[in-house]
């Protein structure tokens, strides 16, 4: 149903988790012209339209009574001039729609002088005549309906804005862009005249306005005043409306949840006493669920109106737009985010006040009933304000999407502060957007995506040239060398973005000083401390321990406490339903564990604070003392580049070790899936001990991944600090010796169109023979389109089982005329797309083992590794078998056809990778050896640069030369610029190498050219 759509979206349900998109009372189905199908979704108010290839296009109406609403629409016909005539049973009339949704007018008692009682069929005749048939009388009734072209109609219509809306679309879609601006100005003029106008007709206006000017349609200076501002209304209203419903069920769920609170206390001191049935309690409740409703659909329109305002910004970034449009669109930005991000600090500031009262009060209360109910109460309380923050930090996610295309489009109007929402040289601007950060720590779920987004946009605003430039100096004493304390809350906001901003930037040395970032570091005097100064760098060294071991220990009580909260969960599942006390009593402990649990996070991600900034403090110690001719002779500075030289060694082999848990893990749960799914198909009572032992497995494997995932991520972060001062010393780990090759992270690509601020999960890419970038976005089970500039184009797919549909497309490529083969993992098939994603076909499906690797060969036949079967099939274009392959495979994982018919394979055999000729012959392997490298999943190749092969799991890079020889393993596990997640596909075009960042929510761009 359409409200659960609206709460899978706002929750962030996984697609998987949901049936595939379905109708609550479908009624009938018409097709018009441009072969589009219109269907009545009649329980759900509205109706549907798809194209030929059953992508949904757009969905208008809703229950009510007024114009364009419906109540139960059973009927919908189409008239040669592709209007829209739909029955609408319950509010006794026929309304009549243009092809794109906008209401035109309506066919009722009123303006009929017929009866016209609960209508519930149409039909158009071949002469164009609409026929109606209501449902309790058994006559048909035939009105003339006008039967004009659309243009010819769409001038007689504009006595509103939606009629002019409807003409600018018509035109548009006959590609007559300029007249379509002209009836777009008249509808943007109109918005101000006439106060009645639809938001999403407003909305839709301004999406239009955009794309013709994506499309290259210039607009002129007062026309782009009036979207923006007509823009930034809508936002700002959507907002002001969730705002004050929010508070609205604040104030109505406060009182109800006092009077719970005291019914509850009567409860447990009597519990089988008779009491009265409380009116008061049971009106408060109802008035919770309604406020409860009411706020939910608040949350989805203010989320829609965001996904709107930043496709209608997006769109005017790519336009190239004059320097006259680009600072006013920038000022909407800032303002925006600025208003956004000050109103998440306000919140964030009620939540800190109210926690302080909450810890005072577990610490004291001791049982008091009172005094756990003001606990409850505000913990209830700041549950709901951290609901609201998930939206305001959608919005906030979705400004700094944008504002990264602006910097990237044009970097002379930007700054860094300008993702705070202030102008350049604005001291307090970043001590704004990491208190937010900071107030995220508790919500781990919520947080990796803010926070990598913050990071991404910090990473692309630094490395804009002119930015870049701009150096401040700092001269340092041996105060700034001293270690930080793990338990420090001192934090000082200017030194956190100094180390952040340093994490993704490299040490140089410049005279007697060094450069780090934006950031440039003297040390006056340095020669007559330097023995203290290493001194310090031994502290700060021997302190990593310290910090390890806290870190281990706060980790080993956040798992106590989630298994604490999983047993009272289940508890509360096994409570006898005649058990009044046990319920209230598990629930309030529950929130108590939870509220702990929430201050373990915290304390875990301020420690990564604290340690972040002593290894910036390392780093320029260990730089400067590195500076003195003689340092490494001197007996301490000695010591100190021993001990960090074994760290280093040390953190390298604790990432590689993780890394192989993670796999063995990961492994290990699609096992026990696979179990479990077995055991749930059989259906035999007396196994159900087993499945519950699966399920309690389950359980415990996801605790030690997120465990393992949690120290990967920290161990990383932590050695790229390291590596640093690794590379200025010229030191690098054994793994990294040999050829170098050269990786220099150009751009990013994220999730785009009506998508952004939504994470993609890449798996699969390929540049097709356009230079059009193809991913496999893995947990979204869609294909996006890119074009070379990075720009989004299209996507297709979606979760379910139908033809168009897709269920985890792992990897994709393309034939000469860029038609699409995509594996969907799940179903273990292949399907075929055209080049614009309309679905062509599909093979394999109970053939096919599990398949991760597919590729196109010069005569567009399809290679296909079947790791379980030992073989590599070639298929031709239609899915049927040329040609099987077996000799000298050990379970195939990736297959790349190179066009003199030969071709590479990666499997599981002691070699890293084997080259074919075309006849099948083995011509060379290269062996894995010492090199730290598992499976290759993925393959890339170019005549002038090589071959690269992603090892997913260690997240590396392996490049070989054309005869297989490995020319560098890039390890650079991370989240920051040049930094790599899991690594799926890879794919090259133009000197640019494209790399699926699967765990970073993000495709790189690497520059080879260099």
């Not at 066919?107 to 109606?132: M, R, V, W, Y």
């Not at 996507?795 to 393309?814: D, E, K, M």
Request: glycine share 6%; net charge negative; proline share 4%.
């Amino acid at each position: 149903t359409v409200l659960e759509e609206q709460l899978a979206e706002l929750q962030g349900t996984p697609a998987n988790l949901l049936a595939p998109l379905l109708f609550e009372f479908p009624t009938s189905i018409a097709k018009d012209s441009q072969g589009n199908y219109f269907i009545t979704d009649s329980g759900n108010h509205r109706v549907r339209k798809f194209n030929c290839q059953w992508q949904e296009i757009l969905s208008f109406g809703e229950m009510g009574s007024k114009e364009g609403q419906f109540q139960y629409p059973q009927c919908v016909s189409i008239a040669p001039n592709d209007l829209l005539y739909v029955a609408d049973l319950n509010n006794e009339r026929v309304q009549v729609f243009s092809p794109f949704g906008q209401y035109l007018f309506a066919i009722d008692g009123a303006n009929s002088e017929q009866p016209f009682e609960a209508p519930c069929l149409t039909a158009i005749d071949l002469k164009g005549c609409l026929h109606i048939g209501f449902t309790f009388n058994t006559r048909i009734f035939k009105y003339l309906i006008p039967l004009v072209s659309q243009k010819t109609l769409t001038k007689s219509l504009l006595s509103n804005p939606a009629h002019i809306f409807y003409q600018a679309l018509s035109l548009e879609q006959e590609n007559d862009n300029s007249k379509a601006l002209t009836a777009l100005e008249k509808t943007l003029a109109l918005f101000n005249d006439n106060g009645k106008t639809s938001p999403n007709l407003k909305m839709n206006a301004l999406l239009q306005l955009s794309r013709l000017s994506a499309k290259g349609t210039p607009i002129t200076d007062t026309t782009f005043g009036l979207a923006c501002n007509a823009a930034e209304e809508q936002l700002e209203e959507a907002r002001n409306n969730a705002l004050k419903c929010f508070l609205s069920w604040q104030e109505v769920v406060a009182k109800f949840t006092v009077l719970l609170h005291e019914e509850q206390r009567k409860i447990v001191k009597d519990p089988d006493g008779i009491r009265d049935f409380n009116r008061d309690l049971h009106i408060a409740e109802q008035e919770d669920k309604k406020f409860y409703r009411l706020t939910r659909n608040e949350f989805y329109c203010y989320r829609k109106t965001v996904q709107h305002f930043s496709r209608f910004i997006c769109n005017l970034v790519e336009s190239r737009l004059p320097e006259t449009q680009v600072k006013p669109l920038n000022d909407v930005l800032l303002r925006q985010t600025g208003e956004t991000l000050n109103l998440m600090k306000e919140y964030f500031g009620k939540k800190e006040n109210s926690e302080e009262s909450m810890v005072k009060i577990l610490g004291e209360s001791q049982g008091e009933k009172d005094k756990l109910s003001t606990f409850l109460n505000q913990y209830y309380a700041n549950c709901r304000i951290m609901d609201l923050q998930q939206h305001l930090q959608f919005e906030l996610r979705s400004h700094w999407f944008n504002l990264k295309i602006l910097a990237q489009n044009t970097p002379t109007n930007v700054s860094l502060e300008n993702l705070a929402g202030k102008m350049s040289g604005d001291p307090s601007a970043f001590e704004d957007v990491l208190k937010i950060l900071i107030g995220f720590h508790e919500d781990w779920l919520a947080y990796p995506q803010l926070e990598q987004q913050f990071l991404n946009a910090l990473d692309i605003f630094s490395g804009i040239p002119s930015l870049d430039e701009t150096v401040s100096t700092k001269n340092l004493t041996l105060a700034d060398f001293s270690p930080i304390s793990y338990d420090s809350e001192n934090l000082d906001f200017a030194e956190i973005l100094e180390a952040l901003k340093a994490e993704a930037s490299p040490l140089n040395k410049k005279n007697e000083g060094l450069v780090w970032g934006q950031d440039e570091f003297q040390f006056p005097g340095f020669s007559e401390h330097k023995g203290e100064l290493a001194h310090c760098a031994l502290k700060l060294l021997e302190i990593q321990a310290t910090y390890q071991e806290k870190s281990r220990e706060l980790i080993q009580q956040l798992e106590e406490l989630s298994q604490n909260r999983k047993d009272l969960d289940i508890q509360l599942k096994q409570t006898n339903v005649e058990d009044k006390v046990s319920p209230i009593t598990i629930n309030d402990n529950i929130a108590i564990v939870q509220f702990q649990i929430n201050l373990i996070r915290r304390m875990v991600m301020s420690l990564d604070i604290n340690q972040s900034l002593n290894l910036h403090r390392l780093v320029l110690a260990g730089a400067f003392l590195s500076l003195e001719n003689n340092a490494p002779e001197d007996p301490e500075p000695r010591q100190f580049f021993n001990s960090f030289n074994d760290h280093l060694s040390e953190r390298d082999q604790q990432i590689r070790e993780i890394s192989q848990s993670r796999k063995e893990k990961t492994f290990k749960l699609a096992e026990l899936a696979g179990q479990a799914k077995e055991r749930a198909s059989e259906y035999k009572i007396s196994e159900i001990s087993d499945s519950i032992k699966i399920e309690d497995e389950v359980e415990r494997v996801k605790i030690d991944l997120d465990r393992l995932e949690f120290e990967f991520q920290r161990n990383s972060r932590i050695k790229n600090i390291l590596d640093k001062l690794a590379e200025f010393l010229g030191s690098r780990p054994t793994s990294e010796e040999g050829p170098k090759t050269s990786f220099r992270e150009s751009r990013i690509l994220e999730k785009a169109g009506a998508e952004i601020g939504q994470t993609l999960a890449p798996q699969g890419i390929h540049y097709n023979r356009d230079g059009d970038l193809l991913v496999a976005d893995y947990e979204n089970h869609r294909v996006y389109s890119y074009s070379q500039q990075g720009s989004y184009q299209f996507h297709f797919g979606g979760w379910g089982s139908a033809p168009t549909c897709l269920q985890y497309p792992v990897h994709l490529s393309t034939d000469s005329e860029n038609s699409i083969y995509v594996i969907d993992e799940m179903n273990r098939e292949i399907k075929k797309f055209d080049r614009c994603g309309n679905f062509l076909l599909q093979f394999g499906r109970g053939d096919f083992g599990p398949i991760f690797s597919l590729s196109v060969d010069a005569q567009d036949n399809m290679w296909v590794a079947e790791s379980e079967h030992n073989r590599i099939r070639v298929f031709d274009g239609q899915g049927k078998v040329q040609r099987t392959l077996s000799a000298h495979l050990q379970e195939p994982v990736s297959i790349y056809c190179l066009p003199d018919g030969a071709y590479l394979v990666g499997d599981r055999s002691k070699s890293l990778l084997k080259h074919f000729d075309a006849q099948g012959n083995l011509i060379r392997e290269t062996e894995k050896a010492s090199l730290g490298v598992d499976e290759i999943y993925f393959l890339a190749w170019h005549p002038s640069h090589g071959i690269f092969g992603s090892d997913f799991w260690n997240s590396q890079i392996v490049h070989f030369n054309n005869q297989l020889e490995v020319q560098s393993v890039y390890h650079k596990p991370g989240r920051r610029a040049g930094q790599l997640g899991k690594v799926g596909g890879l794919s090259i075009f133009n000197d640019q190498l494209a790399v699926a960042n699967f765990d970073g929510g993000k495709v790189q761009i690497f520059d080879l050219s260099t």
